[in-house]
């Protein structure tokens, strides 16, 4: 009886505002507090409230026999408490259905698993924390930044206490075998892995709107055929996509939305398949085999590996620089640097300086609020520069206090002092 796996990414990053060289020193505000309030209600009034009012009443109408999950970034609850807080109800009220799962991410939609185990638990923990604050709920299932995935990740998210890691079920992990099966990695003593099925997930994600694809127009019929089509061949079929498809990427004039509204009781005219959260489907099947990952892949872009954060001069050069402030960082003990510092990690900012423009880049473009690459290099060079002016004043305040510290004499040896003095 195969499972149909649906899961949403809900991420808005906190976008830098102008930030010149004029700027540095004189100016320490690093966000563009209206882009992202404009940004948040656009997506919010768009996608998220609309979307999550249909898979509320989906719910309810199938009477528990609806599920899916949700991975929401730390950045993107931030933003929804501040200028949308209708929207973060409405994702509570789904939860509270008990057919919804949330998993465990990186609080700040980071790189941090690339470049700082350290920071890697930091964040995973501090998302946690969230979950169990914001919703009352305790994650178990760890998915990465953009599903960034290999061995040692896995490794880290069973010993952070996940129960299984989902990622992109791409060839150059999978080989021959199907991304429709529960599988395990290889550097995890119990944990599971479930790995997104692209082409069917893409289906949605990309390509239903698409009036140059030969299956367009897709509807439910067609797509419930294809998802059938598996039965006997598949115990769980994973459709992993952005949240913001609905209504954002695909616009509700498409009829996205109209589809979902009638898929699920399409699939469930079947009687072999059904909805379950990705708890469920690593509860219900076994293991069939184990994957191994020992290079990064993610489910970005045709390459299916890290080339949209990394690889280029600029981008490399900012990760270098960020990454590498990380002890000084913690050193200062101070909230305010060290929460600054963590949104500066936020991928969304190399991502907009990815130079490729060839099969991906009018995806690259969609996504970028700056006219170039360059721009967004320059932008978040300014940046780096006057945070890290700040790190270097507060580290000289540190160190000044410290020393005065040290040659104050204690209470201790003031009386000592005194005592000698009487003798």
Known sequence: MPSICFYFQVHQPKRLRKYTIFDINNSH????????????QKVANKCYLPMNQILLDLIHKHQG???????????????????SPETLESFKRLVKTGCV??????YYHSLSAVFSETE???QIRKHKELMLHEFNYETKIFRNTELIYNDNIARIAEDEGFQAIITEGTEKILGWKSPNFVYKPVSAKNAKLLLKNYSLSDDIAFRFSNQAWNEFPLNTEKYSSWIYSLDGNAETINLFMDYETFGEHQWQETGIFEFMKVLPERILQHPSF???TPSEVIQKYEAKDFIASPNLISWADTERDLSAWMGNHIQDDSLEKIYSLEKRVYNTQNNNIIETWESLLT???????CTKYFSDGDVHKYFNPYNTPYEAYINYQNVFTDFENRLIALEKANLKKAKFIAKKPSSLNTKKVLKLEKV
Do not use: P
């Open 101 to 106: 799962e949330l998993l465990g991410e990186t």
């Open 274 to 276: 059904s909805f379950n």
């Open 65 to 83: 026999h609806f599920k899916i999950a949700f991975s929401i970034s730390g950045v993107a609850i931030e933003q929804m408490k501040l200028y």
């Open 347 to 353: 991928s969304d900012h190399f991502y907009y300086m």
């Open 29 to 40: 505000h690093y966000e563009d507090e209206t882009a992202n309030s404009q940004i948040m």
């Open 120 to 122: 890697f638990r930091r």
